[in-house]
């Protein structure tokens, strides 16, 4: 997926989020906007907007000297999310479509975005959580039933951290001895990387490795020979977030893409409204479907 001109207010805004994030320094706030203004016009639009982004966190990194400046932010949001899975587990055992309420509650999950929204709070995971069942959901159940029923690897590629503890429970559902759980393979931004999935326990019951890369989508000539070989090899791949999503869409393979609608350039390509939930295979978001 190409990055939309309308892309670029939202890179530019995150840039100062990020900064402001990091450091207490208005020069250093500065710098980081002066490069990223300095840089987007000769941008390559024909990039995804992850790969920018991508760009941007380096570059933070650099200037700050944190590895993981996020780190912090993503110990609290682990910690939330696990503080909520045995309730949220009692649920999906007791409902009458477990695979169904699983699959709604990891998107449900997918609102712990420090990319979208930079001022997340608990009440805003809560409410998520909360209203999982009676938001709007555009998805392709029996496909994704079917597939998941007839595939022997399935390759779950993750996005943020605390999300993926909310992915835990459908990865339950699934059955963990044919999933491998993929993050990032580097810091960024709030996406989740090994030790986040060890934090959150995924590791006790699935095969967890990272995909080599620091981009916070799956841009796969950045990742690893190891993950691109799972990858090409996987019967079935789900794919978590917008992220995700604007990596993969045009990427072959049996994709089923998992994520709530967090902006108009998303929206108006999949022709549904901001928050709405999405499960939706690759085969329609790239065809005639949407």
């Not at 932010?73 to 699983?102: C, F, G, T, Y």
């Not at 503890?165 to 999933?179: K, N």
């Amino acid at each position: 997926m190409k990055t939309s001109l309308d892309c670029i207010p939202c890179i530019l805004r995150q840039s100062l989020d990020a900064a402001r994030l990091v450091s207490t320094n208005p020069s250093v706030h500065e710098q980081i906007i002066r490069d990223v203004l300095s840089w987007a016009g000769e941008m390559d639009l024909n990039q995804s907007a992850p790969a920018m982004a991508q760009r941007i966190h380096r570059q933070l990194r650099e200037i700050t000297g944190a590895n993981d400046p996020y780190r912090d932010i993503k110990d609290w949001q682990n910690r939330i999310a696990m503080e909520l899975i045995p309730a949220l587990r009692a649920e999906v055992e007791s409902a009458n479509d477990p695979l169904l309420m699983a699959t709604r509650l990891a998107i449900a999950g997918n609102v712990i975005d420090m990319g979208s929204n930079g001022n997340l709070t608990e009440a805003d995971v809560r409410q998520a959580l909360n209203q999982a069942l009676i938001e709007p959901f555009f998805g392709e159940q029996d496909r994704f039933r079917q597939a998941i029923a007839k595939a022997k690897s399935i390759l779950y590629l993750a996005d943020n951290a605390g999300e993926i503890a909310f992915d835990q429970l459908l990865v339950e559902q699934i059955s963990p001895e044919r999933v491998t759980f993929v993050v990032r393979g580097s810091p960024v931004i709030n996406d989740a990387t090994l030790a986040d999935a060890r934090t959150v326990g995924l590791d006790k019951i699935v095969k967890v490795i990272d995909n080599g890369s620091d981009a916070p989508g799956t841009i796969l000539n950045d990742c690893r020979q190891e993950f691109r070989r799972c990858f090409a090899d996987a019967d079935l791949i789900i794919a978590k977030g917008q992220g995700n999503f604007e990596t993969l869409s045009n990427e072959p393979g049996n994709i089923f893409f998992l994520f709530k609608v967090k902006c108009a350039v998303i929206a108006d390509l999949v022709n549904q409204p901001i928050g709405m939930q999405m499960l939706v295979q690759s085969s329609l978001s790239s065809g005639n479907g949407l």
